[in-house]
């Protein structure tokens, strides 16, 4: 290339900028094009993961939009007080995530350490408060397709009974009538009595209540494992999302031990801290589409 | 391993004839036409029009552009890298020339975007009055329905008269095709979905699948025929009379043809999809859950209506339902008909 | 060849040895190559993939193979020759290469990401092998639900590998996305790039935004099929054409994601063989941004008959026709940067004038198939098959072997044989033609696609394809023999064998490790070819007006 006639500051070029800052990488020019770079990398990024997300919120919004009823239905299974408590858990956690920025970018080494740590702790209270709803869910037999086999219908669950207990109250003679329906019906409820204990390929057929006030359901309505199918995708991908942010803040925790970051790169952190916001975000969305239905 | 691929190679070079007698192969009857099959609906000729439109519009453009590529290719060809010849010209660009190519085809397109709009709610909004035939799509079978509940593996319709068809699918998604009418719809589990024509030529023409639906997908043929004049109604009755008339294990014989139990039930003892019917009746079978079941007429009936419930070892649970399609009748003559498989 | 650059030893390829430092390096020309070559396999799968089927084709009953067989290998085929080959072939190998030399980068903006794309796609490429081996999809590349979860073949280690493939793509254009918004050295303005990497940038955005899409469909398709949760699967309630909608909303985009490259990568050439700026450059690079738009709103028209409602299959048809005019404005483009040039017919312009070619012939068939009522007689037929052969295969793949070609004295330092490389386009083309044309008149005369059995009144155009099929093969077969013997026997190549003028041909072929010796100043656009001069002793173009003044 000698016919190059560029001002030659080869050597420069060749072994990078190394010795000034070690953490630059050889094909940028400077720490603030790196910086730049990797935010809009990380950015870009974000808009994958949303899209990732939008073709379930697609689906729930299309599904919910067919069959509200089922949505109305099925969301008193879930328990909205984990959810609430939940939701605080993960703004807490971005809170703090957002504060260990500025320490990066101030160098605050040992409150960096301690906010990546609680960022660590809420993401772990956040999986284990999952872990819990989960496995409720799994033992009343609410899950999706085929193993769908609820153990109770909605109308017995106390948190609809406390919503409607008026009602209910009022109509009493209909709650006993209730009860003796279940009885006299006995072939129907004998068969959701045994399907509690029988093997899992029989196949759930749904649930009858008698008419006996204004209550809002009186029959479940078809096919409500679709929910559940939709809770199950959407949380456990989320879930999954949380689990890998957890999995990156506790490298990043044992990177800033060093005393690596600093006022001239705490990329890292900034660009972690951007996701963990991003996987809150699409929480704050499924705690209202899921468990806040009217 | 080795002699086996010999000998298909064999058979590959020789371009032998090993046609399966078995399947069912419609003629396609000579069109008048190079690019498309007979017109043999009202629809047929108004969207060949279009077809033909775009075609020649099509070949035009084509013709001009590898006319100028092969111009300018042969107008300015530089002799050789040594001769270092210079471009005659740097122009680069022209506004005038930009906008004349983009919006010279876009009225071409709106003109085949709206002519082809206006055909296509004609094809799919069926007339008030149109005979209404059912037609189902299952491994590897159509099956159509007529208005006086006959069931037949053919379609068979009247000239001249508006005919609908509603379409659905027991198992995974079909597609009807009707060439020669220029109609096609999917057959989708779960939902009706609808075409219609009116045929306007007597004859035999070709039905196809073409949605893949699996192993014997290109098997899945059929055929239509247009009747003359009171023909199609003439047929339907005496088809109905023909079958009430049959022996039973005839009657059988015809169900077992009609209802595409051949798609999975062999009768040489080949295993297939399903059992095979040869020397079915009074086998003992044992069933996915470990019970031994010995067939008997019980066995049979209940296998037609509620396939699920009891499923031989060693075969997926795909069979259908055919409650409601089949009368007692019918049954009973397919019971007859497995009798003689022996 | 006492070119100034033999002095300089030291190159990518030579930098350092060993296969370690090459599954290990965060090089992007390494990474590039590495593409290429798996690349290239893939094609020699999904091809002898397409011999199978083109043999068992030759009569109407079983040739060769059974039915089973015969749905495997199409459907081996598509998804092979779909995620492994056109997908990444021009942005993921050519791109790698060539992106940053042409931007004048030392890099691409994420190398380690970058090699983990790579190590993606070969764990794609493991699990569609893995499916392969184990009892091979038969649902087609489509994936079609309910089929797809109800067939007995091992469809999920086949919808794992088009999964990840998938975060392959992304990851590449996230990476491609940001090199170009933040790697450009002074000087390289918007207006200033070539048009590859416009093109390259188009492709960035769709796989963006596409592909996360495609992501979530197989991931719900995996979770039905494993444990049935009644999305997509009638049986419990859920809409089979759901997954239709899903999947050509990633899918129609591909279409773009494989041909916007394409066009890119012809771009490249015209205007360097015509020794002439490019036709309306600013036209060109903007359609395929417009291209890269258009293209998510009409992913709708592959389902005309599928039971949409007829107001959606009117708007998705009417978007259709506004991406035809972006797409025409190339093509007409292309055609005047010849006018009044210096045209010389290298191997690579011969592709990049069957591409037009090919292109033309795939674009205006595609008019028959979004005019809503004839694609109704034409949909799932052989036109279909024909129309998008034309593009993928004689789109996609013509300009591939027209930029490997173009790029070949670049990657790898030699030469190829020019006059085996002519004979190889034109049997190529002459293959492509003789396969895909009887399929137009086959379909448009009723003959479904995917079909092992066929009526005996197809047979004459079937066998003809069939003939064009293998010529097309051997084709292939004598470009793979010239370009590997060229690497051992083929002349040292210049540096700017073909005298162009972006910066990849400003260094030395093949490049240094940190591409440039010296960084190169950008102070014109890429298509002036007036300071570049023959020089027989070289081989190459040489640039007059810098050489006098130094």
């Known amino acids: 290339m ?11 070029h060749a072994e990078g900028h190394g010795e000034h800052y070690p953490f630059l990488a050889h094909h940028f020019d400077t720490p603030e094009q790196q910086f730049e770079t990797g935010k809009m990398g990380v950015w870009l990024f974000l808009a994958t993961e949303i899209l990732f997300f939008g073709g379930l919120f697609c689906a729930y919004s299309i599904y919910r939009a067919l069959h509200p009823e089922i949505f109305e239905y099925a969301h008193y299974y879930l328990d909205t007080k984990l959810g609430a408590i939940n939701t605080c858990v993960l703004i807490i956690s971005s809170v703090t995530a957002a504060w260990a920025v500025r320490n990066a970018q101030l160098k605050q080494t040992n409150m960096l ?64 009538a209730a009860t003796g329906e279940h009885a006299a019906t006995g072939e129907h409820g004998a068969a959701e009595k045994g399907g509690e204990k029988a093997p899992a390929e029989a196949k759930h057929t749904g649930y009858v209540k008698p008419l006996m006030g204004p209550h809002e359901f009186n029959r479940e309505p078809r096919d409500v494992q679709r929910f559940f199918s939709i809770y199950f995708c959407m949380t456990g991908l989320h879930g ?55 | 391993m080795t002699h086996s691929l010999v000998n298909s190679l064999v058979t590959f070079l020789a371009a032998a004839e090993t046609n399966d007698p078995e399947r069912f192969t419609p003629k396609v009857p000579e069109s008048d036409h190079f690019w498309v099959p007979n017109e043999a609906s009202t629809m047929a000729g108004t969207v060949d029009s279009l077809f033909n439109y775009i075609m020649w519009v099509s070949v035009i453009s084509v013709i001009l552009i590898f006319a100028a590529m092969a111009y300018f290719c042969i107008k300015y060809r530089a002799k050789d890298r040594e001769s270092n010849q210079a471009a005659l010209s740097q122009v680069d660009h022209s506004n005038a020339l930009e906008i004349t190519w983009s919006v010279a085809p876009f009225f071409f397109l709106i003109s085949i975007f709206v002519w082809g709009f206006k055909d296509f709610v004609t094809l799919y909004t069926a007339p008030k009055n149109s005979i209404e035939i059912y037609a189902t799509g299952q491994k590897w079978k159509w099956t159509f329905k007529y208005p006086n509940g006959f069931v037949d593996s053919e379609l068979h319709v009247p000239k001249d008269k508006n005919v609908r068809i509603l379409i659905k699918s027991v ?60 023909g199609y109604e003439e047929w339907l009755v005496a088809k109905e009379k023909e079958i009430e008339l049959l022996p039973p294990a005839e009657l059988g014989q015809r169900m077992y043809k009609q209802f595409g139990c051949a798609a999975c039930h062999t009768l040489d003892g080949s295993k297939n999809t399903g059992p095979t019917f040869k020397g079915v009746f009074g086998r003992v079978e044992t069933l996915s859950t470990g019970q031994q079941v010995k067939v008997d007429e019980n066995y049979i009936r209940n296998s037609i209506m509620e396939p699920q419930k009891d499923i031989v070892q060693g075969f997926p649970p795909q069979m259908p339902s055919f409650k409601g399609q089949l009368s007692d009748k019918k049954i009973d003559g397919i019971i007859a008909f497995l009798k003689t498989v022996q | 060849m006492a070119a100034p650059s033999a002095t300089v030893d030291d190159n990518f390829l030579t930098h350092e040895k060993g296969i370690l430092s090459w599954l290990c390096t965060l090089d992007h020309k390494r990474i590039g190559l590495m593409y290429l070559i798996c690349v290239l396999s893939a094609f020699l799968l999904g091809g002898s993939a397409a011999m199978l089927i083109r043999a068992e084709l030759w009569t109407p009953g079983p040739t060769l193979i059974d039915h089973q067989t015969y749905n495997q290998a199409f459907t081996l085929h598509g998804a092979v020759m779909v995620f492994l080959v056109i997908i990444p072939g021009i942005p993921a190998a050519l791109g790698n290469v060539v992106l940053p030399l042409m931007l004048g980068a030392k890099d691409v903006a994420f190398p380690r990401l970058n090699l983990a794309s790579w190590y993606l796609w070969v764990i794609g490429a493991l699990c569609l092998i893995t499916s392969l081996i184990t009892n091979c999809a038969d649902t087609g590349w489509t994936f079609y639900t309910p089929y797809s979860t109800t067939t007995t073949t091992s469809v999920i280690p086949a919808l794992f590998g088009a999964f990840i493939l998938g975060f392959s793509s992304i990851f590449t254009g996230l990476n491609f996305l940001t090199t170009l918004h933040k790697l450009r050295p002074a000087g390289m303005t918007w207006f200033r790039m070539p048009l590859f990497l416009w093109a390259i940038y188009a492709t960035g955005i769709m796989q963006i935004l596409a592909t996360p ?21 009638p049986a419990l309630g859920g809409d089979p054409v759901l997954f239709q909608h899903f999947f050509w909303f990633y899918s ?128 799932d037929t052989y036109f279909v098959v024909a129309h998008f052969h034309y593009v993928m295969m004689g789109g996609a793949i013509t300009a591939l072997m027209g930029g490997i070609h173009y790029w070949w004295p670049k990657m790898t330092g030699r030469m190829y044989p020019e006059k085996l490389g002519r004979i190889g386009a034109v049997i190529v083309l002459f293959g492509l033609n003789l396969t895909f044309l009887p399929q137009f008149v086959m379909g448009s005369r009723g003959m479904p696609r995917r079909y092992y059995n066929y009526l005996e009144e197809f047979q004459p155009m079937h066998q003809l394809s069939s003939l064009g099929a293998f010529t097309m093969g051997l084709g292939f077969l004598l470009v793979a023999y010239y370009l590997l013997r060229s690497l051992k026997t083929g002349p040292k190549a210049p540096d700017n064998p073909w005298g162009g003028n972006t910066l990849e041909w400003q260094t030395t072929s093949p490049p240094a490790y940190y591409n440039f010796h010296t960084p190169p100043v950008i102070t014109e656009g890429p298509y002036e070819y007036a300071d570049w001069t023959y020089d027989a002793k070289v081989g190459g173009y040489v640039r007059i007006s810098k050489q006098a003044k130094s």
């Open chain 1, 2 to 12: 000698s016919h190059a006639t560029a001002p030659s500051h080869d050597a420069d």
């Open chain 1, 113 to 176: 350490v301690i906010n990546i740590v609680l960022t660590i702790l809420c993401g772990f209270g956040f999986m284990g408060i999952k872990f819990i709803e989960y496995s409720h869910k799994i033992h009343d037999g609410l899950l999706p397709g085929h193993a769908y086999h609820p153990a109770e219908p909605v109308w017995e669950l106390p948190i609809y009974k406390a919503k409607y207990g008026e009602e209910g109250a009022a109509a009493e003679g209909g709650e006993h």
């Open chain 1, 240 to 294: 999954l999302h949380v689990l890998v942010g957890i999995g990156i803040w506790v490298w990043l925790l044992l990177r800033a031990r060093t005393g690596e970051f600093g006022p001239k790169y705490f990329g890292p952190i900034d660009f972690a801290a951007l996701y963990w916001h991003i996987v809150d975000l699409i929480w704050i969305y499924l705690f209202p589409l899921l468990y806040l239905i009217h």
């Open chain 2, 171 to 230: 198992d995974v998604i079909h597609s009807l095709y009707l060439p020669e009418f220029r109609a096609k719809m999917d057959a989708v589990p779960g939902r009706y979905t609808d075409l219609w024509f009116n045929a306007t030529k007597a004859g035999v023409f070709p039905i196809y699948c073409t949605e893949y639906c699996g192993k014997q997908h290109s098997d899945m043929l059929s055929q239509v025929t247009v009747h003359e004049g009171n």
């Open chain 3, 213 to 233: 899409v495609l992501g979530i469909t197989l991931l719900m398709l995996i979770v039905e099929r494993a444990v049935g949760i009644g999305i997509f699967d």
């Open chain 3, 252 to 379: 129609h985009p591909a279409v773009y994601i494989m041909i916007v490259p394409a066009f890119g990568v012809v771009s490249e050439i015209f205007p360097v063989f015509s020794r002439k700026r490019i036709f309306g450059y600013k036209f060109i690079a903007l359609s395929s941004v417009a291209i890269a738009v258009l293209g998510f709103l009409v992913w709708g028209h592959h389902m005309f008959t599928s039971g949409q409602s007829i107001v959606a299959g009117t708007v998705f048809s009417g978007i259709t026709f506004l991406i035809a005019i972006p797409t025409a404005i190339k093509a007409f483009n292309w055609i005047a940067t010849m006018y009044k040039g210096a045209v010389h017919l290298d191997t690579p312009m011969l592709y990049a004038l069957a591409f037009l070619w090919v292109f033309s012939i795939g674009g205006v068939t595609g008019m028959f198939l979004s005019v809503m009522s004839t694609d109704v007689h034409l949909h």
